[in-house]
């Protein structure tokens, strides 16, 4: 369950950027809020909204989370001679500043807050800290700046492992991986980055997308899924390619989906031929929909309202909001410029966060929340943020 996310010098954001999940103030205890028990944290929010205008940091804000995961999950296998691909702020007069992560997130009863910083050619800073719920204390499990290592030796029984993992991996990573820990403290923080953090960048339209949707959910709740708002698919199958295909084109795998006719008759047709633009979003989509709603997972998506109806956008978002339809208490995440989602119900005010270049060069995240005078937390915010109050809009220049 995502607390917070921390970072600083990536891309367009130049200045540290604080993400959360939990509300500004506690009063009240609206139906999208998941309760915690945490004396610090007392509840966060089952869904969150980044608007702004195009080229404000939305995308780079969703990018920042794949960098994250992507060096937490494969930076095991870096040797010494390895980089890390990885864009940091350019537009200042110093270009040479670290990048730094830090995420907060709860797993049961404990509350675990990892972090590391590095440049491209080795990890300066990483540390992981937990604090469980029945203390609301905080304490270490390893810290690592640069060659110093401490750590909790009921956790972490061997000091050769701290010394030997080398520059360009990290401490969790190599734990995990290399070395086989199994302690819940170590393996369980590596699976909630690595596995429960779902990101969909983009929504991107393609075979895998399709393909990923259809083998990772059952197909009846797939179709289930779809037919509630209404793009009536009677059935969905992968075309098996004859061994002459796979030959000539390993990636020419089809799907193809059933509808009825007038006449009460089924046919069968190409879906990345046939199906309409917001079809196959739609179908791409809904399978990490399920996937995070029936796992509890933090799921993330860029652009979520691309190519889909408002009410079919609506509905997503209400999917996660609703405890009754997200037992689990999984989270969704998502960019968008779908304003019709600040109506006060959907998304209330500590929900919308906005990103601005109000200086022309770096990004600035900020929350409604941040608003001191906006004291409802259920008010519509639609037409204050189309007149320009909140910022965050673009700066049209007509001629």
């Known amino acids: 369950m995502l607390v917070e996310f921390t970072f600083e010098n990536f891309k367009s954001f130049k200045d540290k ?47 920042a989370f794949m960098v994250f995961k992507k060096i937490v999950k494969k930076s095991f296998s870096n040797s010494i001679d390895s980089t890390f691909e990885i864009d940091n702020y350019m537009l200042g007069s110093k270009t040479s500043r670290d990048i730094h992560f830090e995420i907060k997130f709860i797993i049961k009863n404990n509350l675990y807050r990892y972090g590391f910083s590095l440049d491209n ?21 390893f810290n690592r700046n640069n060659k110093q290592y401490s750590y909790d030796t009921e956790i972490i029984s061997n000091e050769n492992w701290a010394k030997e993992t080398i520059a360009t991996r990290l401490f969790l990573s190599e734990l995990v991986n290399n070395r086989n820990v199994t302690n819940y403290h170590i393996f369980y923080p590596f699976l909630e980055i690595t ?3 779902q990101l969909k960048f983009n929504t991107i339209i393609d075979n895998k997308d ?10 009846d709740t797939l179709i289930n899924f779809m037919n509630k708002v209404d793009f009536n698919i009677k059935n969905i199958r992968i075309k098996r390619p ?4 796979v030959l000539l084109d390993p ?46 997972a933090t799921l993330i998506v860029d652009e979520l309202d691309r190519s889909l109806h408002p009410l079919l956008v609506k509905h997503i978002v209400n999917l996660f909001n609703n405890p009754e ?22 998304l209330s005010r500590d929900q919308i966060w906005l990103t601005s270049k109000e200086n022309g060069f770096s990004s600035q995240l900020y929350s409604l929340g941040d608003f001191k005078e906006l004291t409802r937390k259920k008010d519509n915010f639609y037409n204050e943020y189309m007149y320009g109050i909140f910022g965050a809009v673009p700066n049209i220049k007509e001629d």
């Open 195 to 197: 596995g429960s953090l």
């Open 325 to 346: 339809t997200n037992p689990l208490n999984a989270q969704l995440i998502f960019t968008s410029h779908a304003h019709y989602l600040m109506d006060g119900e959907t």
């Open 121 to 141: 050619k080795k990890v300066k800073k990483e540390y992981l800290y937990i604090t469980p719920q029945k203390t609301n204390k905080e304490k270490e499990i």
């Open 210 to 219: 399709t393909l990923f949707s259809y083998i990772m959910n059952k197909k």
């Open 242 to 245: 004859s061994l002459k295909s």
């Open 17 to 63: 950027t604080t993400f959360s999940m939990e509300p500004v103030s506690h009063n009240g205890k609206p139906v999208n809020e998941i309760e915690t028990n945490f004396k610090d944290v007392k509840s966060v929010f089952r869904t969150a909204a980044i608007f702004g205008a195009n080229a404000s940091g939305k995308s780079n804000f969703i990018e």
């Open 251 to 296: 990636n020419g795998i089809e799907i193809m989906s059933t509808h009825k006719t007038e006449n009460g008759k089924e046919i069968e047709v190409k879906f990345n031929t046939f199906e309409s633009e917001g079809t196959k979003v739609a179908f791409a989509l809904s399978g990490q929909v399920i996937s995070a709603l029936s796992s509890g």
